[in-house]
């Protein structure tokens, strides 16, 4: 048997109703760079409005027709990407450099990562290059106020992409705009921002995922970069005692650090009871972990609920700093749980709390998934 393709990057593009994804995938899909880009639009009803608008783009082009993507159309976005493999694969497409899938306004993205990470064949064909959100300069403090997903939607991206800066009263150095960007720090620290109007955006944007093909090669975006553990860790310092009233304070990005390396089982132990306990809240996570039995070959782990994406083992740690460091998104969730529970699989369980035995031997924890 032979082995795979590599696996090819999957950017999903995200953002509320009319916040520019199409404005932008269509100038982005005008760039000769990303000539070799598959793009998955999803549609409303019978009404192609989104491929009308998308210009140059023809056999590239897999169409979605039955509405909104966070749902329905899951299964179908499923059989989309097998079909896609599957007409590459036996030469009737050409080959591709990587997918984008602009999901409709009203999506929440995560079950668009699920069904790709879930997919015991997707999960081997593509790997999870990024999360887009386009946020409207205008709009954007109004729509995270009343829609939730929108906020899901920031919560999860490695990249913002900020539109309508040219509208937006004040401009792009008001107060309006210097009030969405401390809410959007706050909201997804780890999230880089750029503005629409700059001119190289592809760049700016497709290589916002870690390649852990080219992990120690300057290819890809680096593992720190990546993680974002720094800025997560410092917008934690920061707004760390803020009310949760208002429904993004319900949603935190933390980090969990640990210098001392975790036995593979203590790990698995971990993420099972964090998957287990905590799965729906947790919107993503992601980490570099110092496993106890081969502590020079860090893993990268990634997930989105209670999925985890299967783990790459690097060569070497890429870039000098060989601590575990894990950053989870997560709504109602407390740091201070998690990083009591990690600590606790690590060995070194504080006051008060149970160790690992005493987790693991409850009776009501419900075992998670094996994943090594
Ligand atoms: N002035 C200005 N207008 C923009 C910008 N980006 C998008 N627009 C306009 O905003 C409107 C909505 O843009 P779309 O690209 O259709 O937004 P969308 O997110 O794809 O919208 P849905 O498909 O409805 O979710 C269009 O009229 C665009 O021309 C921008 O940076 N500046």
Redesign the pocket.
Known sequence: MTNPPAPLPLTVLT??????????LNRLLRDPALADTAVLINEFGEVA??HL?VEHVDDGVVMLSSGCLCCSVRGELVGALEDLLRRIDNGRSPQIGRVVI?T??LADPAPVLLSVLAHPYLSLRFRIAGVIT?VDAVNGAATLDAHPEAVKQVAIADRIVL?????VEGGPNGTAAAALATRLDRLAPAASRVD??QSNLTAALLGAGFDPAHAGDGRALRLAEWLSADAVAAAEARDGGSDTNRHDERIRAFTVTAEQAISTAAFEGFLDLLRAAHGPNLLRFKGVVKLAEHPDRPVVVHGVQHIVHPPVELPAWPDGDDRTRLVLIARDLDAAVVRRLFSAFLGTPQIDTPDAAALTTNPLAVPGLRFF
Do not use: Q, R, V
Request: aromatic content about 4%; cysteine-free; charged content about 20%.
């Open positions: 953002g509320f109703l009319g916040a520019g994804k199409t404005t932008l409005i989104d608008l602009e409709t306004g386009m539109t309508k800066t040219d509208l629409s109007a």
